[in-house]
């Protein structure tokens, strides 16, 4: 297994360049496993198509990739500012940002596919995080150009609010998938809210509705996405995304 030193995982660290000011010792390790030995891949409910992965060593690298990608906000060369129901600020392109953190956490996502599909192939056709601020939520959506897209929760934000266990939690909305149709085929009743907490990766069908409630914290929630296939994909996900909407993403 490919470790998050050497052949390209490593060779510098972000953290340590970009931020001097967080404490030397949160530097990234060098024997990071890419898929660490007994991580163990998860179902969620009764849909073998839709899993969890934890990862325990995760405030190993935590620190570098928040750092990183709170940096890249600042830089409009990597950010979409959208509407306030698409999912927040995307910084695009994880497989671009010049730091160790996201280069292990990338690799992981397409390890990810490789073993859900298991397949040798996985092709990135999309990649960005998405942070959230107080107010931002992700109205429910699919991904085209995606055989399955996967989710990485880096920072949950605040502590749950008030009265509202619900606020900012992804969910899955799907008339397809049994658990959200308990009562009646084709027709909608209950949600699929799974035990994301920092460290976890989901993945699922690139075609399956899926959001974000509103998220109500003061601090940053942040989230990593791709959309991965076993082949690359003629073009690019820009240029289908305005070929099919005419609109520009």
Request: proline content about 7%.
């Amino acid at each position: 297994m490919r470790r998050a030193s050497g052949d390209g995982y490593g060779s510098h660290d972000c953290l340590e360049r970009r931020s001097p000011a967080i404490a030397p010792d949160r530097v990234l390790p060098a024997d990071i496993d890419v898929w660490p030995d007994g991580q163990s891949i998860n179902p969620l409910e009764s849909d073998s198509a839709i899993a969890i992965a934890h990862f325990k060593d995760h405030a190993a690298y935590h620190p570098p990739l928040i750092a990183r990608m709170l940096e890249l906000e600042r830089n409009p060369a990597f950010v979409d500012r959208l509407m306030r129901g698409s999912c927040g600020v995307k910084v695009r392109h994880v497989d671009k940002w010049d730091c160790a953190a996201a280069d292990l956490i990338h690799a992981r996502a397409q390890e990810l596919f490789r073993r859900m599909l298991k397949t040798g192939e996985a092709v990135v056709d999309d990649c960005w995080g998405n942070i959230y601020r107080r107010n931002d939520y992700c109205m429910p959506h699919s991904h085209m150009r995606a055989t399955a897209s996967v989710v990485y929760f880096l920072e949950s934000g605040e502590a749950e609010e008030p009265g509202d266990r619900l606020a900012g939690k992804f969910f899955i909305a799907d008339p397809r998938l049994k658990y959200c149709t308990p009562y009646l085929d084709g027709h909608m009743t209950r949600v699929l809210v799974p035990n994301a907490q920092r460290g976890s990766m989901i993945i699922f069908p690139g075609y399956i509705l899926h959001g974000v409630n509103p998220y109500l914290g003061e601090k940053p929630r942040l989230t990593l996405s791709w959309n991965i296939n076993q082949r690359a994909i003629e073009g690019t996900a820009a240029g289908a995304f305005r070929e099919t909407t005419g609109k520009p993403r």
